[in-house]
């Protein structure tokens, strides 16, 4: 995987492209981190102040540039309508493996976008000699899970107390994928 930003991959299925995040993407993410529905299962809860979301997009745009992630928003073909972004993060490139994950507006909930999608980060991640993709949802997150099955990833295991939000401590299920 480069760590050149301007050969970072365009990705495109039968109804979207993926493209690489960028700062002014900041515009579009904000109203998914400020929606509490959106952000229901995520390890913190909505951000209503636009410059803390702006320094989230410039500091994965940073992780691009480093190799270490690739982030890409996910726009229908017809009308470039922004649906949500997906990503591979977290890549050991040592061991083969990365981290996928996924947000989509309320509006493309139930439609296949995020399969979609997915199925072209997985692809791309085999392409890149990953061979372990890594995935974790918040206990409750059926939508998530269900998601993740119907992309052949198996439940690995729970991890007890792993996210500190709103002063709780929650469960996640982590997925595991061999490509």
């Known amino acids: 995987m480069s760590s050149d930003a301007a050969l970072l991959p365009i990705l495109e299925t039968k109804r979207m492209r993926l493209t690489p995040l960028v ?23 909505e951000i ?39 990503d591979l993060s977290e890549i050991d490139r040592r061991h083969r493996r990365a981290e996928v994950g996924f947000m989509l507006g309320r509006e493309a909930w139930g439609q296949g976008y ?12 085999a392409t890149q000699g990953l061979r372990r993709l890594l995935a974790r949802t918040h206990l409750g997150n059926r939508r998530s899970e269900a998601l993740l099955e119907k992309l052949g990833f198996e439940e690995e295991g729970m991890l007890r107390g792993h996210v500190l939000r709103d002063g709780e401590r929650r469960d996640c299920r982590l997925f595991g994928l061999l490509l």
């Open 23 to 45: 700062a002014d993407d900041t515009q579009y993410i904000f109203p998914l981190m400020a929606d509490a529905e959106v952000m229901a299962f995520w390890d913190i809860g």
């Open 114 to 125: 995020a399969h979609e999608a997915m199925q072209a980060v997985l692809s791309y991640a």
């Open 48 to 86: 209503d102040d636009p410059d803390i979301i702006a320094n989230i997009v410039v500091g994965q745009v940073e992780e691009m540039a480093q190799g270490r992630a690739v982030y890409w928003t996910m726009r229908t073909l017809g009308d470039s309508q922004f649906i949500g972004t997906c």
